[in-house]
């Protein structure tokens, strides 16, 4: 379950952020730079994604066995999937407090029975 929370900093700009799992940054995390907009990110993290999906196709290759190589592959989406999703929104909080905003509001947790 994620929450709601608002950034804010001296100047007066405001920015939302969702804390928990993100599904963007696991499926795309790229992209999940862009709806950031978290620019200088998206620009580092779009050759470096590129390059280790390359590195792990060349991998397969080089694994004798096609059963091999699928199980390389899907153990890397998932594994590459899980990391993303669960980090970004860290990741986004940490460059948030770095650039100076601080949290003004947040939802509360759900409370038992809630729906």
């Not at 790229?30 to 200088?40: D, E, G, M, S």
């Not at 004798?64 to 990391?83: C, P, Q, R």
């Not at 669960?86 to 409370?111: D, I, Q, Y």
Request: proline share 6%; net charge positive.
């Amino acid at each position: 379950m994620s929450a709601l929370s608002l950034y804010m900093n001296p100047a007066g700009k405001v920015v939302v952020h969702r804390t928990g799992f993100s599904w963007l940054a696991a499926l795309a995390l790229p992209l999940w730079a862009l709806h950031r907009r978290l620019y200088l990110v998206f620009i580092v993290l779009l050759p470096l994604t590129a390059l280790l999906h390359n590195a792990v196709a060349w991998v397969m290759q080089r694994v004798a066995g096609e059963m091999a190589g699928a199980w390389i592959a899907v153990l890397w989406l998932v594994a590459w999937s899980v990391l993303a999703g669960r980090v970004a929104n860290r990741g986004h909080r940490w460059w948030l407090t770095r650039r100076g905003f601080f949290m003004t509001a947040t939802e509360l947790p759900p409370g038992p029975g809630s729906p």
